[in-house]
């Protein structure tokens, strides 16, 4: 009887640990999911949002304009990683979290309730600006808060429980994408471009609560309980780690780079290759449906084989798809063919994606951990991924690439990344999970 008791016990602590990590995976990605949710969806539905606030003569400089924008969030990103990392890492990941998706949410309701160019003239992509900024300044401390947050739970699984940072990424293009294909299929362009494409800011902001509940009501981080730190975070960081964070933002790059690819699809398909805006909308669907569903498998694949094992077969997989893949897209730009280019890439980003963070997690010991990888996220993110489209865009105007400016730039980002996974590989036996 007592045996059977002591099972019974041992089966409710297993059950409710269980439960826990469900809870903090959860708690972590809502806010990850928040973040990316808005990113993805002024992405998508950057040709409307263009015309709203940033109207000019010429659409291809209204174009930029929006992606200038874009771009410019990202810019205060840093700044963001490292004050709310630095915050993690004094006093909890939990406080940081909080802070993290409260200024987000008030982000994300003040471009969805701005009045446009036409209504209050320049004062208009001013406010859309500031709310961008402190759209970045929030997400800049997000990533690096709850990373540190779910591995420092899960030591022993840190590749599976990571992952799901990217797999929430991979929702929020999801219903992006799906909200741009639902509107531009039942609404007319007209009331698409007058008030149809703040819908989904709002679903975004009604996100915001619900998270904001969640994290309220979860366990701080076994690293931070009770921890102190000599010296302080950013000044650890930038004294002693500085290659560590170049490393983590070029193994960041080529995936970064690949997922703002597949925000800026929509607009490819439209200003480029002249299809329908839902084409573009159905393409990055999938595409986000395979990193959503694919990177918890690589993650929990890359704590058994390593993750840099798993990462450099991928990587290199990447670098020799990405041109070919573009040429196809060009030569033959029917929607079939759009969708199946952008399945296949986001194949690759969710496999290459899911042992990601916790890779760059294992280059920095806990005392500094969510600063180094708030600032090395963010740096990589902002540099290869926020200014992606608009990178694209400007590549696209020199006639001797034209539109085939996505593969030039995706190719050279993937060497760059490849190059810096196999200097982490011969440098860090723990970052290569061997």
Known sequence: MALAQAETRDVARAALSEQSVTKLIVATSIGNALEWFDIAIYGYFAVYISKAFFPANDPTTSLLLTFGTFGLSFLIRPIGGIMLGAYADRYGRKASLMASIV?????????????????????????????????????????????AFLVEHMPHRRGFVASWQFASQGLSGLLGAGFGA??????????????????????????????????NHIEES???????????????????????????????????????????????????????????FVAALVGQA?????????????????????????????????????LLLTGRPTPVIIVS???????????????????????????????GLGLSYNIG??????????????????????DLAPGYYLTAVAILSLCALITIRRTSADAAGA
């Open 182 to 215: 639902l509107l531009t299929a039942v609404l007319t362009p007209a009331d698409l471009q007058e008030w149809g494409w703040r819908l989904p800011f709002f679903f975004g902001v009604l996100i915001g609560p619900v998270g904001i509940y969640i994290r």
């Open 290 to 326: 395979a990193v959503m569903l694919l990177s918890p498998i690589a993650g929990a694949a890359s704590d058994r084989i390593g993750r840099t094992t798993h990462m450099i077969a991928l990587g290199a997989l990447l670098l020799l798809c990405i041109f070919p893949t573009f």
């Open 222 to 280: 076994p690293a931070t309980q009770g921890a102190t730190t000599e010296g302080s975070p950013v000044g650890l960081v930038f004294a002693e780690q500085k290659l560590r964070v170049i490393l983590a933002i070029g193994a960041l790059a080529v995936s970064t780079a690949v997922n703002y690819l597949i925000v800026f699809m929509p607009t490819y398909v439209v200003k480029t290759l002249n299809l329908p805006p839902s084409v573009g």
């Open 341 to 371: 280019g952008v399945l296949w890439l986001g194949i690759l980003k969710g496999l290459y994606y899911g042992p990601l963070a916790a890779l760059m997690s294992e280059l920095f010991p806990p005392a500094t951990r969510a600063t």
């Open 103 to 147: 200024m987000m949410t008030f982000g994300t309701l003040a471009v969805a309730v701005m009045p446009s160019f036409a209504t209050i003239g320049v004062l208009a992509p001013l406010l859309v600006i500031l709310a961008r900024l402190v759209q970045g300044f929030s997400a800049g401390g997000e990533f690096g808060s709850s990373t």
């Open 381 to 402: 993110v902002t540099v290869f991924g926020g200014m992606g489209p608009a990178t694209m865009t400007w590549l696209g105007g020199f006639p001797a690439i034209g």
